[in-house]
């Protein structure tokens, strides 16, 4: 494979190169035969209905799931589109990547009208009504979860949706009346919107545009809401409002995109200027100036290296330096941007834009001679049975290792099999001559290349790039293939890795009970035994479970031969714990729960079931202790075992603690410190805990005066450490005040303090200070403190100004003996009665030095002399 001809594809932006590759091309929605077959399907729902005409992106609202996830569209119904063969009612149609359908619903009637669709992190879709209320549907089937009924999110008479921005746990959206909702839990059936501070929009201003900076970026770890309104720019979060970049003078922003990263916003202003601002809006990184001063139908960031700008059939990228590079498109596009490039979808094709790897640049760029190029180069000439391949391989002998490593990784980035055997192959030949590079890494990229192939075949349409697979992993790949009824393939690829396949399994089980209503039981606990028995100690009790809550009731019976009748919980229970069979005894303790969620009765009769039971009991707070813990905490307060409780509320903040987030700022410090004051409510009850009742609610209280440090200071260095530690770090960051209100707060003795103030100053070599508190008052435990600090810190002048001021001589004796002043340690030492312990000591320091150790014996003896008389 010519270099020259790979190199051809690419496009020159600044230094770096970019490549537009078509994943899929055609798309099934734009072949007529397709379109023809699918309008005489009729009109139910299901894939066989999906595809109902051609699709056509200037008519649908679009949204499409981030690594390579399903698109889903609805027919805009603010359009006036001309209806063919498809009918007037509005669907809701569900693709792959590929384009091949996968479901069709029709769409809820007598809603208000859609505002946008976007998918959640879990790969739920949403749908984001006019009047603020969110729909959710559920994967692959489309039905509205948990019921038809939306969940408003805005407060009455605000007026309606004015824009959106979703990220992958919530929603952002601007209402009418210019006030921001946003709620960070649009997975959930109830979710919890909040309003942000008021973005103080004058009534004859306008909100241009909006983007949102996801919470993982921000310290306080909630969602930062930008909008452009007239020639400025504002922050708007919970806590207030900032104006930012007034002196950058940027005027009215028409467009606005946050990098992926979090660190830089791209601007498009209103004279045409596309800006690269980092996001303290301190200076302008990058500016140039655009042909049209339009706003853009569509901005997103290519990585993190470029921005691109899409008009009507024109797509801009645009880099740090150099001439942008222009892509025409005479169809609309939709941008996808994924974590290392774009994906660019059209009417007809699915193509994925992004920067060139080094290690593809090195072996396929225009003339090179990098070790990886003569080594793909070393290949060719050997399979042609040129006697230059080894020529080759004398060059780049001492650079073999690399070499091989960039064929290896430029095939891991590579869409084309054939290149990817190609590159592979040559990564295979340096292999022959290199015994000391790693082969577990050629498998390993060779075990990716094959699941990454098989879910980018056209018939699964994930178009998964290596760093999105990395970052999404094996195991979450395999949730979402089950989750899109690809079983068969889920399975190869858990058996290929070498991972559990029970989950796909028992999905694939239920999946066939809640297909299979019309199959006789017999029939099919065959089929399902068949798959069943595959995977070695899977458990029936959750298949079972399924079986039961889908009204298969006898099918339930045949898999597990216990009766889980309402009439007869004691006497399944107590049949379940005669088996010995834990599995048994957790499905019928999951089939009694359901029954008091379900009804919503008291679970005291529940737990008074099982608490008579030792082994019920015992596999119950098993469970709960990894899954459920309010149900065990309800447990235990309802069998009076309120120590218990406590302790279960002290981990559940420790698991706060250990949470990722809990090092960017606030948001799970309330809940730490709510957990601790509660396990402090409980442990007061009892008698036997007032140390641990003590504690808590010492810590509970040291949490949120840290939190207050850490706002305050923005600086999430305080939550976690020490009343101490606190104190200190106040000190060095110059905060006083603070550090007296944790004093006395927290009762800290004046002794410990002179330590404490007298360590941070000297930490920061702030000797004027440490001398003018040593001035203020007589330290109440002495002047050890300033001494034992400076001699720490190395600083023998300051350490000298003290070591007099001790009362003790024995401790002017040893300080002077750590700063290696025999003759002053002696003199201290000699004005203590029973020396000769200390003269040890003392010679022992100075052991190294000779001269001191003779002062420190014939002292010792003039003083024994004396002591005869």
């Not at 946050?258 to 809006?281: C, E, Q, T, W, Y």
């Not at 290896?408 to 022959?432: C, K, M, P, W």
């Amino acid at each position: 494979m010519s270099s020259v001809s790979v190199a051809a594809e690419w496009d020159l932006l600044s230094d770096r190169f970019y490549r537009r590759i078509a994943v899929y091309s055609p798309l099934p929605w734009s072949s007529a035969a397709v379109a023809s077959s699918s309008s005489a399907s009729g009109s139910g729902g299901g894939s066989s209905g999906a595809v109902l005409g051609r699709l056509d992106l200037s008519t649908h609202i679009v949204a499409a799931a981030p690594f390579g996830g399903p698109i889903a569209a609805v027919r805009d119904d603010s359009k006036i589109v001309q209806l063919h063969s498809e009918p007037s009612r509005r669907r809701l149609l569900l693709f792959t990547s590929s384009g091949h359908p996968v479901a069709s619903s029709p769409w809820p009637p007598q809603l208000p009208r859609l505002h946008s669709l976007a998918f959640s992190s879990s790969l739920s879709l949403v749908a984001l009504l006019s009047d603020g209320s969110l729909l959710r549907f559920g994967l692959p089937d489309l039905k509205p979860n948990p019921s038809s009924s939306p969940a408003p999110l805005l407060p009455p008479a605000s007026g309606g949706v004015a824009d959106a921005a979703f990220w992958g746990g919530g929603v952002s959206v601007l209402t009418e009346d210019n006030r921001i909702v946003v709620t960070t839990d649009i997975d959930a059936a109830d979710p919890h919107p909040r309003e942000l501070a008021d973005p103080g929009v004058g009534p004859d201003e306008q909100v241009l545009c909006m983007a949102v900076v996801e919470p993982q970026f921000v310290m306080s770890g909630s969602p930062e809401v930008l909008l452009a309104v007239g020639d400025r720019v504002v922050s708007v979060d919970e806590d207030g409002v900032q104006i930012l970049g007034e002196e950058l003078e940027i005027g009215p922003v028409q467009k606005m995109a946050v990098s992926p990263n979090g660190k830089l916003l791209a601007a498009f202003a209103h004279d045409g200027r596309l800006l690269v601002i980092p996001m303290d809006f301190s200076k302008i990184i990058f500016e140039y100036e655009c042909d049209s001063a339009l706003p853009p139908d569509q901005i997103a960031w290519c990585g993190l290296d470029s921005v691109l700008l899409y008009w009507s059939e024109a797509l801009l990228m645009v880099g740090p330096n150099g001439d942008p590079v222009l892509y025409n498109y005479d169809e609309p596009i939709k941008l996808i941007p994924e974590c290392d490039g774009v994906r660019i979808l059209s009417n007809t094709s699915m193509e994925f834009l992004h920067r060139v790897p080094d290690s593809t640049t090195s072996i396929f760029g225009i003339g090179s001679m990098s070790p990886a190029a003569l080594l793909y180069d070393a290949r060719d000439h050997y399979d042609k049975q040129s006697a230059k391949a080894y020529d080759n391989y004398q060059l780049i002998s001492s650079s073999l290792p690399e070499a091989i490593e960039a064929c290896i990784d430029a095939a891991g980035n590579e869409f084309d099999v054939s290149r990817q055997h190609a590159l592979l192959r040559a990564a295979t030949y340096g292999l022959a001559f290199c015994s000391r590079f790693p082969h577990e890494r050629f498998q390993e990229m060779c075990k990716t290349l094959r699941v990454l192939n098989a879910v980018r075949d056209p018939q699964i349409g994930m178009p998964l790039t290596i760093r999105q697979y990395m970052d999404l992993t094996a195991p979450v790949l395999i949730g979402r293939l089950i989750n899109a009824n690809q079983h068969l393939l889920a399975l190869r690829i858990s058996e290929y890795l070498n991972l559990n396949p029970e989950v796909v399994i028992m999905h694939w089980a239920c999946e066939k009970i809640t297909a299979s209503a019309t199959i006789p039981d017999t029939l099919l606990l065959e089929g399902l035994l068949d798959k069943l028995r595959l995977c070695k100690g899977i458990s029936y009790a959750a298949v079972a479970a399924h079986a039961d809550n889908s009204g298969r009731r006898k099918l339930a019976a045949m898999l597990i031969p216990l009766l889980l009748s309402i009439d007869e919980q004691d006497k399944a229970l107590s049949k379940a714990i005669e088996s010995g069979d834990t599995d048994l005894v957790y499905l019928v303790l999951f089939h009694i729960w359901q029954k008091v969620a379900i009804e919503k009765s008291a679970p005291l009769d529940f737990f008074g079931v099982i608490n008579a039971r030792p082994l019920a009991r015992d596999l119950f707070m098993a469970y709960a202790r990894h899954s459920k813990h309010e149900a065990l905490k309800d447990f235990f307060l309802s069998t009076g075992r309120l120590q218990d409780a406590a302790f279960l509320l002290l981990k559940e903040s420790r698991e706060l603690e250990r949470n990722p987030m809990a090092s960017k700022g606030s948001p799970l410090h309330g809940p730490r410190a709510r957990l601790i004051e509660q396990a402090h409510r409980l442990f007061a009850e009892t008698k036997e805990h007032v140390f641990e009742s003590k504690a808590s609610e010492e810590h509970a209280k040291l949490l949120r005066s840290q939190h207050e440090l850490e706002v305050s200071t923005k600086q999430p260095i305080f939550v976690g450490s020490s009343v101490s530690d606190t104190i200190r770090t106040c000190i060095v960051m110059g905060n006083e005040r603070a550090a007296l209100k944790v004093k006395s707060e927290f009762k800290v003795p004046d002794k410990r303090w002179y330590w404490l103030k007298s360590y941070a100053l000297a930490t920061v070599g702030n000797w004027d200070a440490l001398e003018k508190f040593s001035k203020e008052k007589r330290p109440p435990g002495g002047y050890k403190p300033f001494v034992e600090a400076c001699i720490d810190a190395g600083q023998k002048t300051e350490a000298l100004k003290y070591i007099p001021k001790l009362a003790d001589p024995r401790e002017r004796s040893e300080a002077y003996a750590r700063l290696k002043m025999a003759k002053e340690a002696a003199e201290a030492a000699s004005q203590v009665k029973d020396s000769d312990e200390l003269f040890g000591r003392l010679k022992l320091t100075l052991a190294q030095n000779t001269a001191a150790a003779s002062i420190f014996d014939t002292l010792r003896d003039r003083l024994s002399f004396q002591g005869t008389y």
